[in-house]
């Protein structure tokens, strides 16, 4: 606030920047919950491209990760 104050001469609340932020990034990475809601999608669209399904018509394996939890990975080091 002070910052933002003393730079541009315009008084902006903590409350009014956070929710100004969380704008901002809900629309350079897209919501949270509406990128769940096309998980089902891709495992439709896997099925049908994928010769590898069990007889049962499950699929055998199937993983999924969040990219930062595969970025952490290359500085872990195990004790």
Same mark, same amino acid.
């Given at each position: %606030?002070?910052?933002?104050?003393? $730079?541009?001469?315009? $008084? ?13 990034? $809900?629309?350079?990475?897209? %919501? ?24 049962s ?11 930062a ?11």
């Amino acid at each position: %606030d002070v910052q933002i104050s003393f $730079n541009l001469g315009v $008084n902006v609340s903590y409350q009014k920047a956070w929710r100004s932020k969380e704008y901002i990034v $809900n629309i350079l990475k897209g %919501d949270a919950v509406e990128s769940y809601t096309l998980i089902p999608n891709f495992f439709d669209k896997l099925v049908e491209s994928n010769s590898k399904i069990h007889d049962s018509g499950h699929f055998m394996f199937c993983f999924m990760t969040f990219g930062a939890s595969i970025e952490g990975w290359k500085y872990y080091r195990p004790n």
